[in-house]
Structure formats: structure tokens, C-alpha cells
Antibody, heavy 119, light 110 residues
Framework: QVQLVQSGGEMKKPGASVKVSCRAS????????ISWVRQAPGQGLEWVGW????????NYGQKFQGRVTMTTDTSTTTAYMELRDLRSDDTAVYYC????????????WGQGTLVTVSS | QSVLTQPPSASGTPGQGVTISCSGS????????AFWYQQLPGAAPRLLVN???ERPSGVPDRFSGSKSGTSASLAISGLRPEDEADYYC???????????FGGGTKLTVL
């Protein structure tokens, strides 16, 4: 069965970087892109960006351009999202999700990774 | 501030039907498929249906999606207590070049 398993929660100080991993299994990794979505405490969903797992093309949300980098390792079927220069308002649960066909269509989700930014 | 507008709340009683709207523009819903997600408390979102009323396997046909112009709708018939959740619309925006989510609608089953 399709599974996306994310790395554990992180506690970071303002200005630091965080790298969240998302290991995929149960399907051909390079047949589907990976999208990243975050959710601040008590808030709605916010799209961070996505990566095409076969050719590595990326598309980042305007708010995150310059601060985020998404990569993949096809040998381990793992996707990564690195967010730099963290601020307190980056505190959120970060989800990875498998892109079905359209980028806005994500059919399997990871369990989420809580990133807490606090001094 | 989201470019997609959803009502913050909706409610219904068991067995009733409810419709949640998502208002967008000509650069998103007007030209692209929109998708609806359900998020139960403490869980990851789940893909429900798109605006062509296509559902992943396992999603009951009580959930239906549609579009009219630049607005999308999610209709839920035969409400059940387990439908109490947050619902989000999502669509690609051709001008912003990214996925936009609506602000979410909290559905209460009274």
C-alpha cells in the first residue's frame, strides 16, 4: 500500500534551517510528484511547493521562494524539504503528499512533521 | 489572505444535506479543476472529490463536487456525525503559479 513516512518533530531557533524528509513506498516513486503543505496551529492549509520526482523540476509558493529547497533521492525514494532563515511564524505541521495528476490533487499524505521555531 | 473564499462555518443535522462553496477567479477555478479535502481533527487532509465529481476509491458518493464559472461547490448528502471536519478547496492558479487553498470551512453536525 502507498505510504509516506515523514521524519520526526523538530525544534529550531529563529534564523536556523530545518530539513524534513518524506520516505515513499508502495508505488513507483518517479511516477508521481511530491507536494509540501503546511498548517500553522489552529490555521488552514498553505501550499509550500512541489517537486517533480522524475526530472527534479520544482515550483515554490511565492511566499517561500528564496528560503525553501525541495530535493529527492530516487535511490531511497525519499523527498526532502529544507526551509532556511526560520521565523516564529514558520511554526507549523509540514505535510508531504503524493501528487496524483494535477499538482493541486494529492491523493496520499504523510503523517505530518511539527516544526517549532522558538528562541 | 487566500484568493479562494470559503464560508468559515457550516452546519446540518444528521440525514440532511449541506453545500460548501469556494469562490475563486478566472485564473484558478475558472480554468482549472478544483479539489476538495476533508481534514478530521488531528489528522492529515484526505482527498474527497474534484469539480468533475470524480472521487478516489473509498470516498462515498454522498460527497459530490461541481463548478459553475469561477466557483466550486462541495455537496454532502445524508450527513453523518463522522462528517464533522474541516473542508478545504484547492486549485492551481495560473497567475500566481502555485496551488491555492481556501481558508477552510468547519462543518458541524448538530
Amino acid at each position: 500500500q502507498v505510504q509516506l513516512v515523514q521524519s520526526g518533530g523538530e525544534m529550531k531557533k529563529p534564523g536556523a534551517s530545518v530539513k524534513v524528509s518524506c520516505r515513499a513506498s508502495g508505488y513507483t516513486f518517479t511516477n508521481h510528484g511530491i507536494s509540501w503543505v503546511r498548517q500553522a496551529p489552529g490555521q488552514g492549509l498553505e501550499w509550500v511547493g512541489w517537486i517533480s520526482t522524475n526530472i527534479g523540476n520544482t515550483n515554490y509558493g511565492q511566499k517561500f521562494q528564496g528560503r525553501v529547497t525541495m530535493t529527492t533521492d530516487t535511490s531511497t525514494t525519499t523527498a526532502y524539504m529544507e526551509l532556511r532563515d526560520l521565523r516564529s511564524d514558520d511554526t507549523a505541521v509540514y505535510y508531504c503528499a503524493r501528487v496524483a495528476l494535477a499538482v493541486a490533487e494529492t491523493d496520499y499524505w504523510g503523517q505530518g512533521t511539527l516544526v517549532t521555531v522558538s528562541s | 489572505q487566500s484568493v479562494l473564499t470559503q464560508p468559515p462555518s457550516a452546519s446540518g443535522t444528521p440525514g440532511q444535506g449541506v453545500t460548501i462553496s469556494c469562490s475563486g477567479s478566472s485564473s484558478n477555478i475558472g480554468v482549472n479543476y478544483a479539489f476538495w479535502y476533508q481534514q478530521l481533527p488531528g489528522a492529515a487532509p484526505r482527498l474527497l472529490v474534484n469539480t468533475r465529481n470524480e472521487r478516489p476509491s473509498g470516498v462515498p458518493d454522498r460527497f459530490s463536487g461541481s463548478k459553475s464559472g469561477t466557483s466550486a461547490s462541495l455537496a454532502i448528502s445524508g450527513l453523518r456525525p463522522e462528517d464533522e471536519a474541516d473542508y478545504y478547496c484547492a486549485v492551481w492558479d495560473d497567475i500566481l503559479r502555485g496551488v491555492q487553498f481556501g481558508g477552510g470551512t468547519k462543518l458541524t453536525v448538530l
